[in-house]
């Protein structure tokens, strides 16, 4: 169980109105379900008036023991109309990519 909220904001005059409509993107997710090391789901639902972005989003985080490391999958469901599909998937890649880092830095 257990639940998030995060804000991410947009430098000032990037000219970005965000999903939130004050120069930021806000959601809030719940663990729907947390297997230690094998599985997470979150249900997230953006801080937006615009309906484009309405609905609950799912997404599956499945991790699967392999040689060397993780295998790491994420897929999502009802990811609302206003998210393209193709940011969504920079997101996350960006995301991975980042996490790849901390865990490299943590490696040595």
């Known amino acids: 169980g257990g639940a998030i909220r995060i804000t991410l904001h947009y ?3 990037s000219g970005e109105a ?3 409509g ?3 993107d806000g959601y809030r997710a719940r663990f729907v379900e947390l297997e230690p090391y094998t599985r997470i789901v979150q249900a997230i639902e953006f801080e937006s008036d ?3 972005y309405s ?3 799912r997404m599956t985080v499945d991790l699967v023991e392999a040689r060397p490391g993780t295998r790491l ?3 999502f469901d009802n990811i609302p109309p206003g998210i393209a599909l193709e940011d969504n998937r920079r997101g996350t890649e960006m995301s991975l ?3 790849a880092v901390l865990v490299d ?3 040595c």
Do not use: H, N, V, Y
């Open 11 to 13: 430098p000032a005059g």
């Open 18 to 20: 965000g999903k939130s």
């Open 22 to 24: 004050d120069g930021s």
């Open 50 to 52: 615009d309906a484009d």
């Open 55 to 57: 609905g609950e989003m």
């Open 73 to 75: 999958t994420i897929d």
């Open 97 to 99: 990519e980042k996490l």
């Open 105 to 107: 830095r943590r490696a």
